[in-house]
């Protein structure tokens, strides 16, 4: 560590230096992540923070906004920041993720794929730059896995937990205002637009709804709790859901309904458990959903009687995005995605091992016309590695719901894990009808999930565990 001060203390003297002689611009942006560098060795879960909220801004946004720019994606910068953190603290991660060998293997051949893929397109020649971004994906999931080795600590994960939920409200005021706009091509002018391609809600990324399945884990596995707090966590599920009901987006839909499933499946797990009563637990629990729903319908009423003159138009859209299985013989829309997703299984029948490889012929636009990230992984690097990557999910999951039962842990912390799961289940579900796996503000997310879900598993260790654990044979055995 000292070593690592005395070198950053040296660079960052040589940028000022730098900035003194010749231009500010460059040096004193790299003495600031040199000092960001410095900082995440010794406080990891900062960078964990800050790459988040990068992703919430995505580049070519800031661009629009008149930023200056660097000639580095700032996320891509944070993740090679993560990278040297990791190289800095190697023997910590490896001793954290000693236990971890499946995951680890998994993630490990995911990013071998990519590598792969990546060379089977130069060889086909593709484009290196096409090529390179769409890598990234790969070394995102690689990088991001192994750091959050370095977050194990329930302590670390409620700091980063706080630090989602006041950033995303901040962000939500921010589009509601129209301070800022999320598509340079059809810019949204107000959250309640009553067009569905001119509401800046209809930009929002799926992470920003991440602090909504948090909160709901809390409230599903936390018992006794503070009222403010109780009410607090209401209100912020109650705000993200209103908001979501003006997206539009159904990839939104799709993936936080994968999310509040992998919520209610963990309520479920949890309190039979403490009552063993299964068909009162389910009650209860539909219950709550029945609940959610009219809060939330409530809440979206009221939103639309804030713009009484786009009320109509505003419902008839919603529902004609509910709706649009009736219209799929006519909605262009829908015929393009059949399309592209005709064309992906061609190629996934062509190249079912290897793929086509990364480069121009799996450009973004083309990943679009999928409108599927998983379909993309398996055109792109073939089918063991999307079955790599679902069994990834699939593990952290079902090991998820099998700790969960375990009286001795703290509540907040089972909360937590749980909420990190949903937010993974989102992502997942979200990539099945988008290209969560190409989208520069959600392909970090993959790997940082999936590795703070291997960090925070309870060690089999007290009896009171090892029978938890050993109670799903199944499940015990793949890991």
Known sequence: ?????????????????????????????????????????????????????????PHSYMIAWGLPQIGINLLDLAVLL???????????????????????????????????ALAHGQL???????????????FHVLITFHFAALLPRPSQHK??????????????FLVGTNTISYSPDDPGTLLLAPDIYWTSAHFLPLKTFYPALLALAILAVGRKRPL?????????????????????????????TSGLLAIGLGALFVEFHRSRRFLAVLFRWLAVAVFL????????????????????????????RALFLQESDTDAPIQDRLEGLRAGWRDIRDNPIFGTGLGDSLSYVRAQIFHSGWMWVAVSAGVPTVLALLLLVGIAGARTLRTLAIDSEIPLTSAMRLGFFACLAALAGNALTWGSTLDIGDVSDWGLLLGLLAVSMP?????????????????????
């Open 1 to 57: 560590m000292k070593a690592w001060h005395a070198i950053g203390l040296t660079l960052f003297g040589l940028c000022i230096l730098w900035a003194l002689l010749a231009s500010p611009l460059i040096p004193l942006f790299l003495a600031a992540a040199l000092v960001m560098l410095l900082l995440s060795v010794r406080y990891p879960v900062m960078l964990a923070a800050g790459a988040f909220a990068i992703g919430l801004m």
């Open 293 to 320: 729903a009219v809060v939330t319908g409530a809440a979206f009423q009221l939103a639309l009687r804030t713009v009484p003159e786009d009320a109509e138009h505003v419902q008839e859209n919603l529902l004609r």
């Open 124 to 138: 086909e020649g593709f484009g290196t730059r096409t090529a390179l971004r769409s890598f990234r994906f790969y």
């Open 228 to 256: 403010l707090l109780t009410a607090g966590l209401w209100g912020l599920v109650a705000l993200e859901f209103t908001v979501l009901a003006f997206t539009y987006k159904r990839s939104q839909y799709v993936g936080l």
């Open 159 to 172: 700091l980063m937990v706080s630090a989602w939920m006041v950033l995303v409200p901040l962000q939500l």
């Open 82 to 116: 993560m990278f040297v953190v990791v190289l800095a603290r190697w023997p910590e991660v490896r001793t954290t993720l000693s236990t971890e060998s499946l995951l680890r293997v998994l993630v490990v051949f995911v990013f071998a794929a990519g590598v792969v």
């Open 459 to 479: 060690r089999c260790s007290s009896k009171e565990v090892r029978a938890v654990c050993s109670a799903e044979p199944a499940t015990a055995a793949v890991r």
